[in-house]
């Protein structure tokens, strides 16, 4: 019945969290995790709140200049007219599992990862029907949520944790979400339960979010944490204002972010399309492209056919860890053959 097997992911992460209350009060104070933890209480005090962000925060260090080079190319695409629909395919369709085997380094690399997987378990259960390598993001709270995540590697996909960061605005991001009020025992706490929820998980993308992710010094606690439990952060980029990346530099991290949204509004499988293209137009010209969907009915639908032909477009199907090992690589050749990127 599952289909999503272009070779099976490597698994290494440790189980994240289940640490307890008394250790997360212990680590919150004795500013384990690279010194993020500390950097979260001297610069919050007793409660993480926004307000101090560009009063407390250190110069940020130089811009990566690949990917402020790769950034400018992106922003010039997202600029242009609306995406050309799909080329089709040239040359003789292969099946998948051959196409991943045979992947080449100068062939541009998509990532395409399912967000909010474990809450509807008919849709999620559809997606683990689609032929891969795909990532499947799942959301802590969901119900029976480490039974659907084993389901998911077992059929072949690799596993992130989908974690609930407070937005801006009234939306609800569920329970023990982080959120911006919170103290750095209470912060911490929150932490540790979504990581503790389901096994296997190779890295942590962010759901909503829009406010906390402008947080510095929130930001700071959250990857220095992550690193400490050997798992890597990719930012779904829900506001501009992302301090992410900045973060990431002070610690002396790496992070990563989306490019496109697949289906920001449900209902159009024309929209889908339209964003499927633009991500392989990032692709080609930059050497990869992050793109996130959700498990509904009309993205699953054209994603199928995609994922299908796109090694025969001349594009390779990787996993979301496989961004360690693209920016590895990408940036010398990259940064000598600027602008094009390419890979």
């Given at each position: 019945m599952?289909?999503i097997?272009a070779?099976?992911?490597?698994l ?5 969290g289940n ?5 997360t ?8 995790a ?10 919050r ?5 926004a ?13 990566d200049?690949f990917?402020a080079e790769?950034d400018?190319i992106v ?7 609306a ?5 089709p395919?040239?040359?003789t369709l292969?099946a ?6 045979t ?15 474990g809450?509807?378990?008919?849709a999620s ?14 959301l802590?709270?969901?119900r ?7 389901a998911?590697?077992?059929?072949g996909?690799?596993l ?13 991001p569920g329970?023990?979400a982080l959120?911006?009020?919170?103290t750095g025992?209470?912060?911490m706490?929150?932490l ?14 962010n ?7 402008a947080?510095?010094a929130?930001m700071?606690t959250l990857?220095?944490?992550l690193?400490?439990k ?5 930012d779904?980029?829900?506001t501009?204002?992302?301090a992410a990346?900045r973060?990431a530099?002070e ?5 990563y972010a989306?490019?496109?949204f697949l289906?920001a509004?449900?209902?159009?499988e ?13 692709a ?8 996130i969907?959700?498990?509904r009915?009309e993205t699953?639908?054209?994603?199928g056919?995609w994922l ?18 693209i ?11 600027a602008?094009?990127?390419?890979l």
């Amino acid at each position: 019945m599952r289909k999503i097997r272009a070779g099976k992911p490597r698994l290494s992460a440790p189980r994240a969290g289940n640490a307890g209350l008394i250790a997360t009060v212990a680590i919150a104070f004795a500013g384990v995790a690279v010194g993020a933890i500390s950097a979260y209480m001297g610069e919050r005090g007793a409660r993480a709140t926004a307000k101090s962000t560009s009063e407390t925060a250190q110069p940020a260090e130089p811009e990566d200049a690949f990917l402020a080079e790769r950034d400018r190319i992106v922003a010039e695409i997202l600029s242009e007219p609306a995406p050309e629909r799909l080329t089709p395919p040239t040359g003789t369709l292969r099946a998948y599992g051959r196409a991943y085997q045979t992947q080449s380094a100068i062939r541009p690399k998509i990532v395409i990862i399912i967000d909010d997987m474990g809450i509807n378990r008919q849709a999620s259960e559809k997606a683990l029907e689609l032929p891969g390598p795909l990532t499947f993001s799942f959301l802590p709270y969901g119900r029976d949520v480490a039974e659907i995540a084993s389901a998911a590697h077992d059929a072949g996909g690799e596993l992130m944790l989908h974690l609930p960061m407070e937005p801006e605005g009234v939306e609800d991001p569920g329970p023990h979400a982080l959120t911006s009020f919170m103290t750095g025992a209470e912060f911490m706490r929150a932490l540790d339960w979504n990581l503790g929820r389901f096994d296997g998980y190779v890295g942590v993308n962010n759901h909503m979010g829009s406010k906390l992710t402008a947080d510095i010094a929130a930001m700071k606690t959250l990857l220095g944490y992550l690193d400490h439990k050997g798992v890597f952060f990719l930012d779904s980029v829900t506001t501009p204002d992302t301090a992410a990346r900045r973060a990431a530099r002070e610690l002396g991290l790496d992070v990563y972010a989306r490019d496109v949204f697949l289906d920001a509004e449900a209902g159009s499988e024309e929209a889908v399309r339209s964003q499927l293209a633009l991500a392989e137009r990032i692709a080609r010209k930059t050497g990869y492209a992050v793109a996130i969907g959700h498990p509904r009915k009309e993205t699953l639908a054209v994603l199928g056919p995609w994922l299908t032909s796109a090694p025969a477009r001349g594009f390779d199907l990787v996993y979301a860890s496989a961004l360690k090992t693209i920016h590895e690589n990408a940036k010398p050749k990259a940064l000598a053959a600027a602008p094009s990127l390419r890979l």
